[in-house]
């Protein structure tokens, strides 16, 4: 019959005597982390920016290795813990004293929709996918682009939403996966279409291809102009 070494599995090569001392490690750099946290203000805990962020994973880094490292000593995370809450002090300091430096840092706000259509150009520095960014917006209880007055996506990576009043809603591009789906490059019916690339609408007779006037795009999708579910 084969011995387990408990003692082995367990603890390893160290002794019980080290387990105590991992949990005064755990605990001591809990307490400097909750100082920093406190100590890098309340911006630091909301909605974090890519900036904080960066921020928040270097004092994880380097709480990690003294935890359970016995070459390392408490003082070394103290003091990358100082110079990182300073860097950050300085840092939005600097911000809130340069524009232009804050953009550099926290980066700008991005118009994704104006008056009901999409943004091209800024959308498309964003990177982001429409099926994703189309099933945020059915969360709002948006079905169609022409509910939208603007669309911003924060520097935070969160996005506002300015929808127009009922009675100014005006036919848009539909995000319903379905009405979505429904492309046509050949008109048939006379009525009002809506770009499937840039949202632009416009009145259309029967014809065999129509360029949008926007983006010389050459799919189309009916235009719906039904008021906004709350």
Not at 1 to 19: R, S
Not at 31 to 56: A, H, M, N, Y
Not at 86 to 101: D, P, V
Not at 133 to 145: A, K, T
């Amino acid at each position: 019959m084969m011995n387990i070494d408990w003692q082995q599995i367990l603890v390893g090569e160290e002794n019980w005597m080290f387990m105590l001392e991992i949990a005064f490690r755990t605990f001591t750099m809990f307490i400097i982390i909750l100082i920093g946290l406190r100590l890098l203000g309340k911006r630091g805990v909301r909605q974090l920016s890519v900036f904080e962020l960066v921020v928040i994973i270097s004092l994880g880094s380097a709480a990690g290795d003294p935890m359970f490292y016995k070459e390392v000593g408490l003082l070394v995370p103290v003091i990358v813990f100082a110079v990182i809450v300073g860097s950050y002090r300085l840092t939005t300091y600097l911000m809130a004293k340069s524009e232009k430096f804050d953009d550099l840092v926290e980066g700008t706000s991005t118009y994704l929709i104006e008056n009901g259509e999409f943004n091209i150009g800024d959308f498309g520095k964003e990177g982001l996918a429409k099926d994703e960014f189309f099933s945020e917006l059915r969360q709002q209880g948006v079905s169609h682009l022409g509910q939208i007055d603007a669309a911003i996506l924060e520097t935070s990576g969160t996005l506002s939403i300015y929808f127009y009043p009922d009675e100014k809603v005006k036919p848009g591009l539909p995000i319903l996966p379905r009405l979505f789906g429904e492309t046509i490059i050949q008109i048939i019916a006379p009525g009002i279409y809506a770009c499937r690339f840039c949202g632009n609408t416009e009145k259309l007779k029967p014809t065999k291809e129509h360029k949008c006037k926007k983006c010389t795009y050459t799919e189309w999708v009916k235009a719906i102009d039904v008021k906004r579910v709350r």
